[in-house]
């Protein structure tokens, strides 16, 4: 597998990242995980905008779907008028719903169904081209996913949006690669069932004895060094900070 960063800032985008939005590739396949503000116009640097396969969206807080619907314009609207296909868009119920509502100008209240062909998350397996993914909800104040997607003996684990959880742990047992975010700074911001500081991220790394953790989801207020140190501090693991356009082969 082939995870290219095509965001990774958390809440808005950064004078150097869009947010969230990771590009997946095997045997052919490209699956989007997430397409936050500012995604769509990174994307273009890392393949077609038509050569996406699925998109897989974790949860509906707008830093994390939101160009979908410039995405719609995308397809819905083709420059050679030849439009493709419904491309497949995974995500939490309502994902089309609210994105009508984001939209609020369509031809009609079902165009966005032209164009995507919207299947609702559960907590369970499925399969999404080459690769086997098994989703379960994690601590967000929003119907929210984390993932662990495998193909060819590898696995990589993504944690979207969360607070510590004992799903998160369970996702990233023995994972590959553990992308998973560190919006907060240990010791200022405490807030429940919302996101993890650095120092929980390497935390929840070393229970799961991952092989390799990525903090992402850095808001452009939050320090990445502090939040690196910190997951240091727990995770004797290779660490470091997602950066827009980094890639890893897994």
Not at 29 to 36: A, E, T, V, Y
């Amino acid at each position: 597998m082939k995870l290219t960063v095509v965001g990774c800032s958390g809440s808005f985008p950064s004078t150097e990242s869009a947010c969230s939005s990771y590009l997946l590739e095997a045997d052919g396949f490209r699956l989007l995980i997430d397409m936050g503000n500012g995604a769509l116009g990174e994307l273009q640097r890392h393949c077609g905008l038509y050569d996406l396969d699925a998109v897989l969206l974790s949860h509906l807080h707008a830093d994390h779907c939101i160009d979908l619907c410039g995405y719609f314009v995308v397809r819905y609207y083709p420059p050679d008028g030849g439009r493709r296909g419904p491309v497949p868009v995974y995500g939490p119920a309502g994902t089309e719903r609210r994105l009508t509502f984001a939209h609020a100008d369509l031809p009609y209240d079902g165009a966005m169904s032209e164009v995507f062909d919207f299947r609702t998350l559960t907590p369970g397996t499925l399969t999404i081209g080459p690769f086997t993914i098994r989703t379960e909800l994690v601590s967000h104040p929003v119907e929210a996913y984390g993932f662990r997607i495998e193909h060819g003996g590898r696995s990589l684990t993504y944690s979207g949006d969360t607070g510590p959880c004992e799903a998160l742990d369970s996702l990233a047992a023995d994972t590959d690669l553990f992308l998973c975010e560190a919006s907060f700074t240990h010791g200022k911001e405490d807030i429940p069932d919302l996101h993890l500081n650095g120092r929980e991220a390497g935390e929840h790394a070393r229970r799961a004895g991952a092989g390799r953790l990525v903090l992402t989801h850095i808001p452009p207020w939050t320090d990445p060094d502090i939040s690196l140190r910190d997951a240091q501090k727990v995770y004797d693991g290779p660490v470091e900070v997602a950066k827009a356009g980094a890639s890893y082969e897994i």
